[in-house]
């Protein structure tokens, strides 16, 4: 997270250098001396970009994303509280659709660059549950475990010629270098009359070369990948209360 944030700070500046370049040209102004922002915004981009991912290990096996990644260099997790019990938590999770993530199409959009790909977790249509999407697209669903947890994985870069895992015990073999492991899950524990609900993401890039392309990838695009999940959360959360109302309002 850190590396984004210097990386988009970065960005700013340049933003603002080039903003203020404009309004000068277009008021017939010359350029002023001051405070070097595009300089300082480029140094801090390629600062960010280039900032070590250090390696982080799990001390306990708590999860099955615990014992599936239990090694990663960039991560996320997000969690909300659910007025609803963790089956109809976990049933909620496994049927919300894309379109009723708020933002969801828009910033994948983004993500694809515009480019009309085949249906998977980047193009998925509206019709049908966006984790079955993301199996159809090449995600393997890696562990099953209703109602406390879902775990969802794929592998995000691979070596030209070798094939991507497509079953559980080859997603958990060993991989060959110049791979990049994406391993997600959903975890649903009992909370008060409730749930509690959370989101982590892992990476994990087994050779120090890949690592350090990755980390460009990762800092580009973790805050729209944050604001993704936090409002995949809320819509799981939607679509729990609905259907705990729905089955309480049935004679």
Request: glycine share 10%; proline share 8%; aromatic share 8%.
């Amino acid at each position: 997270m850190l590396g984004s944030l210097v990386v988009y700070l970065g960005l700013v500046l340049l933003g603002a250098k080039a903003a203020g370049w404009v309004v000068r040209k277009v008021r017939g102004g010359v350029a002023r001396p001051g405070a070097p922002l595009g300089t300082v915004g480029a140094a801090l981009t390629i600062v960010g970009f280039a900032l070590p991912a250090p390696e982080f290990r799990v001390a306990a096996l708590v999860s099955h994303l615990d014992s599936i990644a239990p090694a990663w260099q960039f991560n996320e997790r997000h969690q909300r509280t659910v007025a609803a019990p963790p089956e109809v938590v976990y049933r909620a999770a496994t049927q919300v659709r894309a379109d009723e993530i708020f933002l969801f199409r828009a910033l994948t959009w983004i993500r694809r660059g515009g480019r009309d790909l085949q249906p998977g977790v980047l193009n998925p249509g509206v019709e049908d549950p966006l984790l079955d999407v993301a199996v159809r697209g090449g995600f393997v669903r890696v562990v099953d475990a209703p109602p406390r947890e879902l775990v969802f994985g794929s592998a995000v870069v691979m070596p030209r010629g070798q094939a991507r895992p497509r079953t559980p015990a080859e997603y958990r073999a060993e991989q060959i270098p110049g791979t990049v492991m994406a391993t997600m899950n959903f975890l649903i524990v009992a909370h008060g009359t409730g749930s509690r609900i959370a989101t982590e993401t892992r990476v994990h890039a087994n050779d120090p070369a890949t690592r350090r392309r990755f980390a460009v990838y990762w800092r580009l695009i973790y805050p729209g990948s944050a604001l993704i999940r936090r409002n995949w959360l809320a819509a799981i959360e939607r679509r729990a209360v609905a259907t705990l109302a729905a089955e309480g309002a049935r004679p």
